[in-house]
């Protein structure tokens, strides 16, 4: 069974709406952390929670935005959605930050395309 | 900042040779480093995580060694198999607490050939 749970798996959206991309884990870890992945940058680092807060932020635009309502859950939104946001977003966790030789554990993605 | 240089974005070799993908890094504080594997459309894998200054770690028949005085940390397998073909990326996690991300490579593609 997935210990990090991405929903949806893939999504399509029209330019300029907003959507939520869904990530829970079940793996008892203080830390998660969101990756963008394109054609264009690999593997991008977003954002870092540690203990439901903001830890780190390599996102230049406002339209992203994480949201943390339970330990589990980084949820993150994005609005007004561009086709170069169209990308697979991962949601990743680990047991705490700042024990660095611990590697994150992804999940599967959310493919996001937006038309 | 903390970065990550893969030099090879596309390795092809044929079955049962060896492969060495590179991997080198910059910090100013204490390194650790991983190699994730990524199989398409899979989610990226941890493969191998760096033990201490100049000792080899081992998984999977895939190896690495950290040696600071170079600040690398190579990927090498003495046997490659089809099943290898996928995407690697070398990470880095640093001792700076407060900085609570892992930088990436670029990845490099390995493609195996029969």
């Known amino acids: 069974d997935p210990k990090i749970i991405q929903k949806p798996k893939y999504l399509v959206a029209v330019t300029g709406s907003e959507k939520i991309l869904i990530c829970e884990q079940y793996l008892g870890h203080n830390a998660m952390y969101w990756y963008r992945q394109s054609a264009k940058k690999p593997l991008e680092f977003m954002f870092s929670y540690s203990y439901q807060k903001l830890m780190d932020n390599q996102t230049a635009s406002s339209r992203f935005q994480p949201q943390s309502s339970k330990k589990n859950h980084l949820d993150l939104q994005i609005t007004a959605l561009k086709p170069d946001d169209s990308a697979t977003y991962f949601c990743?966790?680990?047991?705490?930050?700042?024990?660095?030789?611990?590697?994150?554990?992804f999940g599967e993605g959310t493919r996001l395309s937006v038309l | 900042g903390d970065s990550v240089t893969q030099t090879e974005g596309l390795v092809t070799l044929t079955k049962g040779l060896p492969v060495m993908l590179n991997c080198t890094y910059q910090?100013?504080?204490?390194?650790?480093l991983f190699w994730y594997v990524q199989h398409l459309n899979e989610a990226p894998k941890l493969l191998l995580k760096s033990s201490t200054d100049n000792k080899r770690t081992e998984h999977q028949g895939f190896y690495a060694t950290l040696h600071k005085s170079s600040s690398s940390f190579h990927l090498q397998k003495s046997s490659v198999q089809l099943s290898d073909s996928a995407l690697y990326f070398c990470?880095?996690?640093?001792?700076?607490?407060?900085?609570?991300?892992?930088?990436f490579g670029a990845g490099t593609k390995l493609t195996i050939k029969p």
């Open positions: 990470a880095l996690s640093s001792a700076n607490y407060g900085n609570e991300k892992i930088t």
């Open positions: 990743a966790s680990s047991q705490d930050p700042g024990f660095n030789n611990q590697a994150p554990l």
């Open positions: 910090t100013t504080y204490s390194p650790f």
